[in-house]
């Protein structure tokens, strides 16, 4: 628990809060003002909005323990406010509410329109309305108050300037060769694995293909040592292997995001064709979350058999706590990048050159990656093992 | 959904702060604003033991001009960029652009630094600042360092820096009194993550072009023949590199991305060349 010290519509406030308490939570809970409204608790819907220190902001995504110091004004704090009053006065006369969830925040909101914008049309009302969501009237109602309120006159601040445009245009000219660091942008190879036909709905599916400076038959026998090429894998590392079973963990790091995932799997190759599979499930008990996966891989003779493409096909589905995470791609660009590392260390091993203990690399931890991996991971193994 | 239950300390310094980070290893996340931290707390899809408040440091908020570039604390807020109380080295992009991020109920309290760390690829400062050859100044125990944008993302919510190294400012390059900018965002819904970003700056008193593609799965895209054409030939000979460009960068986007992402740059482009 942490000691705060904070008005509250002009009440000086102390209380101890747990860090994690985010400022709505200790306004309805602790004060007992439970005019701000909580939807989302992610910040997108609005409901929750307050003005702290004279700004609206979120008091979903604003702890309590960092509002020390500040000035927090609720919805119950705007009795004898003027502005306000005009407000509910014109959301009651347009019809701006109907169950009145977002009215709390949209009443913070159109303030702060009518206080700080000079003369808004309404297509800059509704965007600035735009975070503030409404269920029930389809906003025309409290737009039509807002524009209300607004039409009655007032002082506002200078709006933001909008940058005049040159019609011609900039002369052209030589650029400095400097002007623009070239970063070549490696494009990812795309396996020629086919792509099976699933009848796994909702599963991400990913290829991946890399190539090692060695025969298929030294890869095919290097890989059979699963433990080892898991080894490439960042953040991965068998536990058990009894020949086809195996049992693993990886750890991913996709930015602010890191999982430990758990799990068995099975490897299945076929030497002859130097192709093999690799499922498995795990779980990443701090999150509460499941992954299940299927690797396909396949090793491809390269320039007359001097040298192997490995081409692996991913798919894994992610359920519970992080599956949250529904921006697909941003973890698919994570499993390449952390593909991109494995190959990199694999070729490394593959050329004697990989000690065991590798680093985590650049690739920091996801969770749908985490199971990707944990999957790809175990296949590769599987593939190694043969 | 509520967090789990982390620690949390205020620092009293940056000296502090970078003292902390260090000692807590990987378990802590520094903290400004919050406003993309926060959702990922609730979600409790990130779980720190520990967060370390730099958000009233007055270091982090000077503002430091000189004759090439200005120097913006890391905890200045996108509201303060918008509403001009802080001043604009690139002919009002920066304004145009911290005007534009999310809602303003977020822009009152989100940092330009944590943003900037954060690496959301839909991030508007990423582009926008990438587009301007922007350069991010870290510290940490072990002293300071400069790192340029174009370098700064290595992925997704990834970036260089070390587990103990904190942004402390952010340093824009004055553009000249001729350059000109566009900045064109794709969203569906204002204030959402975006679809596309294309972001373009064209400076002939500098000899400087640089245009970006932003919003993509991973770092922004500097498309750089496109950038070289256009500051030889104009919006003309920069457009008709443009789908190819496109291609190139993001081979395995599905036709329609691609064709968000071509628009985005294009109508960028098109503020530039004024039409």
């Known amino acids: 628990m942490k000691q705060v010290s904070l008005t509250v519509n002009g009440e000086a406030v102390t209380a101890a809060v ?53 000035e927090v004004r609720t919805i119950e704090g705007f009795d004898g406010d003027p502005l306000m009053g005009r407000l509910r006065e014109a959301f009651s006369t347009h019809h701006g509410l109907q169950c009145g969830f977002c009215t709390p925040g949209m009443l913070i909101t159109s303030r702060d329109i009518a206080g700080r914008l000079d003369g808004p049309d309404e297509a800059r009302i509704r965007l600035e309305l735009s975070g503030n969501l409404c269920r029930c009237t389809g906003y025309v109602g409290i737009v039509e108050a807002v524009k209300s309120v607004l039409a009655e006159g007032r002082t506002v601040p200078a709006d933001i300037a909008v940058k005049p445009r040159r019609a011609a245009g900039p002369a052209t000219f030589e650029r400095r060769s400097d002007g623009a660091p070239s970063k070549p942008s490696p494009a990812p190879q795309q396996a020629e694995l086919a792509t099976r036909a699933t009848d ?24 059979q040592d699963v433990p080892d090429v898991a080894g490439c894998m960042p953040g991965a590392e068998v536990v058990e292997f009894d020949g086809r079973r195996l049992r693993g963990r990886v750890r991913v790091k996709f930015g602010p ?10 490897v299945d190759s076929d030497a002859a064709a130097k192709q093999g599979t690799i499922s498995g499930e795990g779980a990443d008990r701090r999150s509460n979350s499941r992954a299940k996966g299927l690797v396909t891989y396949r090793l491809v003779p390269e320039q007359g058999g001097r040298a192997t493409r490995v081409e692996v096909q991913v798919e894994f589905q992610l359920t519970g706590m992080l599956a949250q995470f529904s921006r697909s791609g941003l973890v698919k660009d994570f499993a390449h990048r952390l593909t991109a590392d494995f190959a990199r260390n694999l070729s ?10 590798l680093p985590a690399g650049e690739t920091k931890e996801v969770n ?13 193994k599987s593939l190694l093992k043969g | 959904m509520k967090p789990v239950a982390f620690d949390y300390e205020r620092a009293g310094n940056l000296e502090e702060a970078v003292a902390l980070l260090r000692r807590a290893d990987a378990g802590a996340k520094l903290v400004s604003g919050g406003q993309s931290l926060g959702p990922m707390l609730n979600l409790r899809l990130v779980r720190p033991e520990l967060l370390i408040d730099v958000r009233r440091l007055q270091s982090l908020r000077r503002v430091e001009e000189s ?14 960029f918008e509403d001009g109380e802080v001043p604009d080295p690139t002919g009002g992009l920066m304004r145009h652009v911290a005007g534009g991020i999310a809602y303003r109920a977020v822009r009152n309290r989100g940092t ?29 125990q072990a002293g300071e360092r400069v790192i340029c944008l174009s370098d700064f993302v290595l992925g997704a919510f990834t970036t260089a820096l070390a587990e103990d190294e904190m942004i402390e400012a952010v340093a824009v390059p004055r553009l000249s009194a001729a350059s000109a900018w566009g900045y064109h965002k794709i969203c569906r819904k204002a204030g959402e993550f975006a679809d596309a970003i294309g972001a373009v700056v064209v400076d002939p008193e500098r000899r400087y072009c640089r245009v970006v593609m932003g919003a993509v799965d991973g770092p922004p895209v500097l498309l750089e023949e496109m950038a070289e054409a256009l500051a030889a030939g104009g919006a003309e000979a920069g457009l008709a590199k443009l789908d190819a460009a496109v291609e190139v960068a993001l081979p395995e986007a599905a036709p329609a991305a691609r064709q968000l992402h071509a628009v985005a740059v294009r109508r960028a482009i098109g503020q530039v060349y004024g039409r």
């Open chain 1, 257 to 266: 995001i890191s999982a430990a995932f758990e799990g068995e799997g099975t």
């Open chain 2, 67 to 80: 004759d090439d570039r200005i120097l913006f604390g890391a905890a200045l807020t996108h509201a303060e």
């Open chain 1, 18 to 70: 747990e860090p994690r308490t985010h400022l709505a939570d200790f306004l309805r809970s602790d004060l007992g003002l439970t005019g701000t409204h909580l939807g989302c608790e992610q910040g997108v819907c609005g409901a929750c909005t307050v003005m702290i220190d004279g700004k609206p902001m979120r008091s979903c995504i604003t702890y309590a323990v960092a509002c020390d110091g500040s």
């Open chain 1, 348 to 357: 490394l091993r593959l050329s004697g050159e990989g000690g065991s203990a």
């Open chain 1, 200 to 223: 796994r709905k909702n599963w991400t599916v990913l290829a991946e293909s890399f190539d090692v400076p060695h025969s298929p038959d030294d890869v095919w026998a290097l890989m």
């Open chain 1, 368 to 380: 749908a990656i985490a199971l990707i991996f944990s999957v790809l991971w175990r296949r590769l």
């Open chain 2, 112 to 140: 330009i630094g944590g943003s900037l760390a954060h690496a959301d690829p839909a991030a508007d400062w990423l582009s926008a600042l990438t587009a301007v050859d922007a350069a991010v100044q870290v510290r940490s």
